[in-house]
């Protein structure tokens, strides 16, 4: 049927949607949801239908396309175009399959991802396939099938010959920031570390947000397979390369309902892993409430599959357990934690003990591991890799080599100029962090949006304080982000149990 | 935050939503799909949030409002709102338990269902709602839980004293009109029977498609009391009383899955017989290739459900299993079915045989059941309703009461001027049906919308044709339709397999 064409001035930011008068939609015998085959010039889109229930929104005769298929066919308001009936995508049905509790082999796998990243299917679809995903699980083959899939639906970056190390943290653990100091440490041992890291989505800082304080994260790639080869590594943001894009696409869906399927999130990690072309990987799995793993059994049963995928990837997998029922660093927030990082790597005194130790005992391990030093001598490498400044030096080059200032000083590193110091309510012990609600503080403060915003630790576990001591400060941009956080403490307490002697 | 609205002209028909610029969603820290509360002059409404990207869809400071949340709040283009975060409905925290598996009580199950007729999920929600009952399936306890919960988060209509009986076919055989002939049987044997019926979904014709070619079937409730009382039933379309709305939106989301879960289906079905009071249930369930049950034994299995359910919700329910492997009667399509089932009723011999004998047959098991007439007394009494005129004059007082002409003549509703004539493409005997196919060619050919086409069979199974003998013919209003329905008979072939001897 030719139809002309209304501009709807409106992006889906995904899925390709046009809209059709109920009538007309009545007519061609289509329903909400079905595929609609739209043509001009040669050029197609298959697009999901939606109703105009008024002739105000869409008119009889009308078809409205939203921006994403303006684009693909290149038309504009006005335009006729050829409107047809079209075909589901075939994942569709094999997203009904796993519903129904079969398997899915590699190449059914394959095109569901390959659909998910190409905006091919409806939020139905989606949440179809996430809530098969988690309620029947997937086994091991599955999982690894899934995991190429979202490499091979991505970019895949290669660097040469030779060993690719690679870190990564499972998350939930405010200020845990050692990716920073851990990269240089490794990359000044002689490694090549190709670190691609993520933004935060629910904490107030990821690893590319602190970087980005002292130097741009995103790069092209023959820059970045220079700096390999020069300085060894970099550590970007993921985002501008397109690893493993499905993974966002999942999250979006997973997050409404608070899922976390086990064998998506495994395979959404290690396939971001593969898209960098690691040959080994060390694993931070944090234990405590609110972590990905509560217990350390849980942690083991974690470990125990990144080990198995890594297999079948070829990435040799070393995991390592770490208690994460508190914040780790004293900066929470990227300015604050960038602080931290610098600090730790220019052996300044100032700097957080914890954070130096936890990438100590990170760098010794995967040294050993990668069989740079012999067994038992890591730390001791590791150490010295700190004290000589190989590793802040390490750390120069990767900043100027992203086109940042090298001699970048922590003291001019400047948290927001609006401040509040939140203090004991009574004197005790410091028990316990709720991480999540300081986390929640930190982000209300404008975290990682302003990059100066964050909240700034004084006490951790154990330590005793007395009524009306410092405990953190809340660093904003503006008056009202701090506002926002202060009511945010008054709502979720302030984060931090005291227990009176 | 205090925001401009934008009117942005479009209906979801569904889910309020709003529609936030990516960077003040960032500021405010809410993500896409996550719940907004908007609040003016004491209003207020809660809505899911999609993100524009661009300034031109919606300003910064601006939020677009779709239709629903513009009428909730009488809010105007340019007026002022007050924008926060709003809470996600509890209903979302049922649903991941029925993810993870567990059991729902009434509570939750009412909570879910509730937020559905309400519109208050997302599809991501309802898919999510969908795909974990359909995979982890529900205990008869649930499936009664949500048969009350549908029930009563709609219409219940209530008839006075009395037993009240009911009739439902599954569905899933073109020309099964029955209802319209068992009805005004039953009613001219002193039952009372309020008959919701529905429209046709993905079948040529429903019952109230069909009975509106004889007078209308929107009527308002106490209409229909009065009706009760002085002819003793009607035949109405259901989706205009609003029972068990819940239904509908759910089956807008199995839909694109083609999944049919079997509690839900229960329910729905159920839910619908519990909303019009009915204290005696016949129902219909056909056997066959492309029926709900494909074999004996799966309709004995959905017989004992709905027996069972039945005597939870008191309704006392009796079932009847029959072939419904090839159509039944000779019109497919509203017109074609009125004429049929007229015919029948006025004991005209050209009315089809096939028909009669069923609704004989249903009539009779009603009656015995009901206990209207002594055990193997029914086929003569139901036989005897039809030939003293008494079924066809119940008829004519359902026909006016409803506002139509009871005096309508079957040879004066016409099928459409345009048709085409489908021969036999070889000698033999017809062996079977493709009741899918033959119902798609009915659709195209503009059925149910347009009343007067669809399909007129001269041959049933078991039939011996010659070469180019007519098989049936297609009517349509117009020449585009009746071209759609030639090609899909080019498509699928022509419905009607013909063994050479």
């Keep these: 049927m030719k139809m002309t064409v209304k501009d709807l001035d409106i992006s889906t930011g995904d899925v390709m949607v046009v809209v059709l008068n109920e009538r007309d939609a009545e007519r061609m015998d289509i329903h909400p949801m079905d595929r609609v085959l739209v043509s001009m010039n040669g050029r197609k889109a298959v697009a999901v239908l939606d109703i105009a229930e008024s002739e105000r929104a869409v008119p009889l005769g009308s078809i409205g396309l939203m921006e994403e298929v303006l684009d693909e066919l290149q038309a504009r308001d006005g335009d006729s175009v050829t409107v047809e009936h079209g075909e589901r995508p075939k994942s569709v049905g094999y997203i009904r399959k796993k519903l129904d509790g079969k398997q899915l082999n590699y190449d059914e796998m394959f095109a569901i991802v390959d659909d998910i990243v190409n905006s091919r299917l409806t939020d139905v679809e989606l949440a179809s396939y996430v ?30 010959q030779g060993p690719i190390a690679d870190v990564h943290g499972i998350g939930g653990v405010p200020g845990n920031r050692t990716t920073m100091v851990v990269v240089p440490m490794l ?31 995103t790069l092209p790639v023959p820059k970045l397979k220079a700096m390999v080869q020069k300085v060894g590594g970099f550590i970007i943001w993921g985002g501008a390369v397109n690893l493993a894009p499905a993974d966002d696409r999942i999250i979006r869906v997973e997050h409404p309902l608070s899922i976390d399927a086990e064998g998506q999130m495994l395979a959404s990690i290690m396939a971001k892993k593969a898209s960098v072309s690691a040959t080994h990987l060390l694993m931070e799995i944090p234990l405590g409430p609110g972590c990905k793993a509560a217990t350390r059994a849980e942690g083991e049963h974690l470990a125990h599959h990144f080990t198995e995928i890594g297999e079948h990837l070829k990435i040799k997998v070393r995991n390592m357990l770490f208690d994460g029922s508190q914040p780790i660093g ?3 927030g990227p300015v604050l934690e960038a602080q931290d990082c610098i600090r730790v790597l220019k052996n300044d005194p100032a700097g957080p003990q914890d954070l130096r130790n936890k990438s100590i005992r990170m760098t010794a391990t995967m040294l ?3 069989g740079r030093c012999p067994k038992g001598a890591g730390l001791a490498r590791a150490t010295e890799l700190l004290k000589s400044g190989a590793a802040w030096k390490a750390m120069q080059g990767i900043i100027e080599g992203q086109g940042g200032d090298p ?90 149990d005291i227990k009176a002697r």
Excluded: Q
């Design 187 to 217: 990359i000044a041992a002689g490694l090549k570390l190709p670190k691609t890291a993520s933004r935060a989505i629910t904490s107030p800082a990821g690893t590319a947000d602190t970087m980005e304080v002292l130097c741009p994260v």
């Design 407 to 496: 001699n970048v000083n922590p003291d001019s590193l400047r948290p927001g100029p609006h401040a509040y110091t939140y203090r004991a309510p009574k004197a005790g012990i410091v028990t316990a962090f709720h991480n999540k609600s300081i986390a929640r503080i930190g982000r209300m403060a404008g975290a990682p949006r302003d990059k100066e915003a964050g909240v700034l630790l004084y006490r951790h576990r154990g330590d005793r304080v007395a009524k009306g001591e410092p405990l953190y400060t809340v660093y904003a941009k503006n008056k009202t982000d701090l506002g926002l956080a202060l009511e945010t403490i008054e709502r979720l307490g302030g984060g931090i």
């Design 368 to 370: 050993e591991f990668m």
């Design 330 to 332: 004293r900066g929470i």
């Design 131 to 160: 809530a098969a995903n988690y309620t029947h699980g997937m086994n091991l083959r599955e999982v690894i099938d899934l995991t190429k899939a979202m490499t091979l639906t991505g970019n895949v970056l290669t660097w040469g």
